[in-house]
């Protein structure tokens, strides 16, 4: 197999890992809201020095337009981790993994509605199909006897759905800004404001990065180096060399990889209605992908940053 489809998938893998590591941290002592923060702002302290090293000239020539749709961008970064690391606290890790990337769909309808771009046939096909899938996760959450798919299910499938309209919402605005930058230089603007908006939130919340148990820091650190740096560099670098079709697909890999830890490590099972609900779910956001319209420039297609 060619080196950068195995750099795709190890790069998927690497993803994968997040909501463990988000329910070991959890599971440590660290409330939701602290986690996220801490996962962000280790992230940022990472690229943001580096961006000023190598690419300081490109930051100072940024308008303060620039700045302020980098702030936006940010704070709906910051939500997306808020509502979702939260999810993982009341429902199973494949119902919270799966919803969550539903994004693609959000992001069509979200185009639809704010910049008048209305949906394919074949898009609307595949936001029907996810819509449906999402439904049997939700039957069968519902249907499950209390405390087996988590503390409350239907509040953490919600909180999950709204990280997939918050990263969405994230994309939007700051695809035209992430086409014009150069990767390091946008990351690091956008990572320092989320970091900046989701410290803030957590302190709101009670939840400080001081309050964060020292057995917490292992499974955060990871996060910050793993998922949010190593697996999705990874996953960006490889549209230099890959269909964003492609990597978009290959990264509906990320679901399964979290289902299949999730059932490793917590012992989680699924249900057949919930089988039947990930399959109808993943299906559609691939019908989905396939309608997607071509753009001039590829857009950002790693499932979460």
């Not at 962000?40 to 580096?50: G, K, R």
């Not at 008048?116 to 595949?126: I, K, Q, V, Y």
Request: glycine letters at 10%; aromatic letters at 8%.
């Amino acid at each position: 197999m060619p080196l950068r489809f195995l750099a795709l998938a190890a790069g998927v893998l690497i993803v994968s890992t997040a909501a463990l590591l988000i329910r070991f941290a959890i599971d440590a002592g660290a409330g939701p809201l602290a986690v996220a923060a801490g996962r962000l702002t280790l992230a940022a302290a990472v690229v943001v020095p580096l961006a000023m090293w190598r690419r300081g000239p490109e930051l100072r020539r940024l308008q303060r337009r620039d700045w302020g749709i980098a702030a936006v961008a940010g704070g709906f970064l910051a939500i997306h981790f808020a509502t979702w690391i939260a999810s993982l606290h009341f429902t199973s890790v494949a119902s919270s993994v799966a919803l969550v990337t539903t994004n693609p769909i959000w992001v069509g309808l979200l185009s639809w509605w704010l910049l008048g771009e209305p949906p394919t046939r074949r898009t609307a096909a595949g936001i029907g199909m996810a819509v449906a899938g999402s439904a049997l996760i939700i039957a069968s959450d519902l249907s499950a006897a209390p405390g087996t798919v988590g503390r409350d299910p239907m509040l953490g499938n919600a909180l999950a759905l709204a990280g997939a309209v918050a990263i969405s919402g994230y994309f939007l605005v700051g695809r035209g800004l992430n086409r014009r930058l150069t990767l390091l230089a946008y990351i690091a603007i956008v990572y320092g404001a989320a970091a900046l908006a989701m410290n803030a939130i957590a302190i709101a919340g009670g939840q400080p990065l001081w309050s964060i148990p020292a057995a917490a820091w292992l499974p955060i650190a990871a996060m910050a180096i793993g998922p949010q740096l190593a697996g999705h560099t990874i996953i960006n670098a490889s549209l230099r060399h890959l269909s964003a079709t492609f990597v978009a697909l290959a990264i509906l890999g990320e679901p399964v990889g979290s289902a299949v830890l999730a059932w490793l490590f917590l012992g989680e099972t699924f249900t057949t209605l919930q089988l039947a609900g990930f399959a109808t779910l993943l299906a559609g956001i691939v019908v989905a992908a396939g309608g997607e319209r071509r753009e001039p420039a590829p857009e950002p297609v790693a499932g979460r940053p």
